[in-house]
Structure formats: structure tokens, C-alpha cells
């Protein structure tokens, strides 16, 4: 089983692109993505919404993002963006009762129009050198 905590990192100021409300992105993962087997919206300032699935982490990243860009047109939202998921697994000990534990993995869904300026500017060759290969992962989603 893969535990995903989602947060949102929203790079995009545009009407089109709107804020989601996550009790219902949850409910919409859980419909879009085959193999999420739980979905629920959090009460965290960072985390937003907690899922489990029968998918690897890659491919559980892959669907999300894929996912993501659906919810977004079945919504009437403009899509003309990237959707990435930049996640890292929780190699340490959690803070009691925080939503990220050992062995979960964390995710920053970022929607933004530049992924490469995005990724500079966060320094994520940085943050993730040393890390072990099986402990990230990059997905980017281009708009089509």
C-alpha cells in the first residue's frame, strides 16, 4: 500500500484557474484515480488530503497528475498548464498525530506555467541530492 499526503502549490493568478475546495478534490481523486482506495480531505495547514492506493508511488504520482488535469476540465477550469507532483517519502520518524508518518510519502502538487523556472527557483537538485533514488520522484504533466 502507498500513503500519499497532498499538499497544493497553486503558481497560477488567474480566474480560470481557481482555488479547489479539497473535501470535493478529494472525492474526485478517489473517482478518477483506479487504484486510490482511500481519500480524505485534512484539517493541515500544509497537507490537504491524505490517500492510500494499490499503485507504486511513481505510478500513484502519474494518475494524481493525470488526475488532476481531468478534474480540472470537468470543472470548466483552463487546463493550458503543467501539473507536477514532486514527492519525497518520510524517512524519519513522524511528529505524533501529523499526517506525514514514516514510510508516507509527501507531495507537492504544483500547477504553474513555467516547471522548469519552478523547480529552479525551489532548488529541487538541492533538496533532493543525497536522497535515495527510491525515496523521490518528478512528475511533470505538460498541457497538451
Not at 60 to 88: C, F, P, Y
Not at 92 to 100: D, M, N, R
Amino acid at each position: 500500500m502507498t500513503r500519499f499526503v497532498l499538499s497544493h502549490n497553486l503558481q497560477i493568478q488567474d480566474s480560470a484557474v481557481p482555488p479547489f475546495a479539497f473535501d470535493a478534490l478529494a472525492k474526485a481523486l478517489a473517482e478518477h484515480c483506479d487504484s486510490v482506495t482511500s481519500a480524505e480531505a485534512l484539517s493541515h495547514p500544509h497537507w490537504k488530503i491524505s490517500l492510500e492506493s494499490t499503485a507504486t508511488p511513481g505510478d500513484l504520482a502519474e494518475e494524481i497528475s493525470q488526475a488532476w488535469r481531468k478534474i480540472r476540465a470537468n470543472q470548466g477550469h483552463s487546463t493550458d498548464h503543467a501539473v507536477m507532483a514532486l514527492g519525497g517519502r518520510k524517512d524519519s520518524e513522524g511528529i505524533p498525530g501529523a499526517p506525514l508518518q514514516q514510510g508516507g510519502w509527501g507531495v507537492d502538487v504544483v500547477e504553474t506555467r513555467d516547471p522548469d523556472g519552478f523547480l529552479q527557483v525551489i532548488n529541487w537538485s538541492g533538496l533532493t541530492a543525497g536522497r535515495p533514488a527510491d525515496g523521490i520522484f518528478q512528475v511533470i504533466d505538460h498541457p497538451l
